[in-house]
């Protein structure tokens, strides 16, 4: 076991607050699941984690110091790290594809891959083709299968996988021009734009609406149907709801791989579109109270 | 070997509270099982990962969330690149 001043890099005398700090620099760039491929990185936390054990507390540090231990006692043994599970390869419900999602779907990129080395045998393979569709915001939301009709007359049968983004490029394999040799033909790229919806806007992951409600729904709480991109949903609406509260309808934004998105429901509160005598002869009569103005933060 | 929210609490000496934030903010994704919540032990490891973040490192709530999602995206990277170096060493 090093000593383990010299191992967080302090002086005998440092205080336990530059110990604490010597630590902190020297986790924040040893961590093991910061550092996942790096064994090295991993064998220095170690040492770095049972000198800090050792240092940070007084009554240690003096035995330690007094000769009456020495360094070797104070190593833990931790339990696994973070990463060697999220490396074991099993699905799990964090990993997260878009450090390279742009790259195509992950079946496209590694078909690209063999290709690639089966293609070294072959001269001639076909142009790739580029087109363009814009389809429904529901389609990217939910996937559906689409339609390309072709400049030649032809058509091309696909599916849109669901939760696709603005701009992303399916490949459609040998859906490209023919070679004239006797290799494969090229693939189709088709870059896909979504259409705007009428009262659904997305944003990553999450779905936002705004969702009108009238007065008495507004004061008096209601259950409220609520569309999302997978059907109509009750909201349950709280008693004096305001315009501007914001529900978040779990699971019910875009599902793609590597999780699901929220629905965020704006509720606005809507007064009846003709004058109502009944609710003004009402309100006429009925006041708040002086406390309830609600621009007094407006006041200078 | 599933765990159950009784026992994630005791082996990760963290409280009721503590855990339904970092479910909520998606920290952690438990699996939703009938009648109670189950975790894994990548799940243990994830919130002793968590702590270390907060507790060691002195990352504020908001930062966690960054650093988990980099992770995240790191493996999600390296399982792609350890199946890409693996088939092209297929013959």
New interface residues.
């Given amino acids: 076991m090093k000593d383990p001043y010299e191992v967080l890099g302090v002086a005998r005398t440092a205080a336990p607050d530059d110990i604490r700090k010597a630590?902190?620099r020297l986790?924040?760039k040893l961590?093991p699941?910061?550092n996942?491929?790096d064994k090295q990185a991993e064998a220095r936390f170690k040492d770095v984690t049972a000198a800090n054990d050792l240092l940070s507390d007084p009554g240690k540090r003096q035995k330690f110091d007094s000769g009456e231990i020495d360094a070797s006692g104070a190593e833990r043994t931790r339990?696994?790290?973070?990463?060697?599970?999220?490396?074991?390869?099993a699905a799990?419900?964090?990993?997260?594809?878009?450090?390279?999602a742009d790259f195509g779907d992950?079946e496209d990129?590694?078909a690209e891959?063999?290709r690639r080395?089966a293609g070294q045998k072959r001269r001639t393979r076909g142009a790739d083709l580029h087109y363009r569709l814009a389809i429904s915001f529901l389609d990217a939301v939910n996937g559906a299968t689409q339609r390309l009709t072709l400049p030649d007359g032809g058509s091309l049968d696909f599916s849109i996988p669901a939760g696709i983004q603005e701009g992303q490029t399916l490949r459609l394999r040998g859906k490209g021009a023919p070679t004239r040799g006797d290799g494969e033909p090229g693939d189709a790229l088709v870059e896909i734009s979504i259409n705007p919806h009428r009262f659904f806007v997305r944003e990553g992951d999450d779905i936002y609406i705004e969702l009108p409600i009238t007065l008495a729904e507004a004061v008096l709480g209601a259950r409220v149907k609520t569309p999302t991109p997978t059907g109509a949903v009750m909201l349950t609406v709280p008693k004096g709801s305001n315009t501007g509260a914001i529900f978040r309808l779990k699971g019910k934004g875009v599902a793609r791989r590597?999780?699901v998105g929220d629905e965020l429901v704006k509720l606005k509160v809507m007064l009846p579109s003709e004058p109502n005598a009944e609710l003004e002869a009402f309100l006429s009569t009925w006041s708040p109270g002086t406390n309830d103005d609600p621009r007094k933060d407006m006041v200078s | 070997m599933m765990i159950t929210t009784t026992e994630f609490l005791a082996r990760t000496r963290m409280d009721r509270a503590t855990l339904e934030i970092w479910i909520e903010e998606?920290w952690l994704?438990p699996i939703e099982t009938s009648p109670e919540r189950a975790f894994?032990?990548?799940d243990?490891?994830?919130a002793?990962?968590i702590r270390?973040l907060m507790d060691?490192?002195?990352v504020n709530a908001e930062g966690v969330g960054v650093?988990?999602?980099l992770?995240?995206?790191?493996?999600?990277?390296?399982?792609?690149l350890?199946?890409?170096v693996a088939?092209?060493r297929a013959p």
């Fill in positions: 630590y902190r986790a924040k961590h699941d910061l996942p491929g339990q696994q790290y973070y990463k060697d599970f999220a490396a074991a390869g799990s419900p964090y990993e997260n594809s878009s450090g390279f992950g990129l590694f891959l063999f080395q590597g999780g | 998606e994704i894994t032990e990548a243990l490891a994830r002793q990962l270390d060691d490192l002195g650093v988990l999602n992770v995240d995206q790191v493996h999600g990277l390296r399982n792609a350890a199946e890409v088939s092209a």
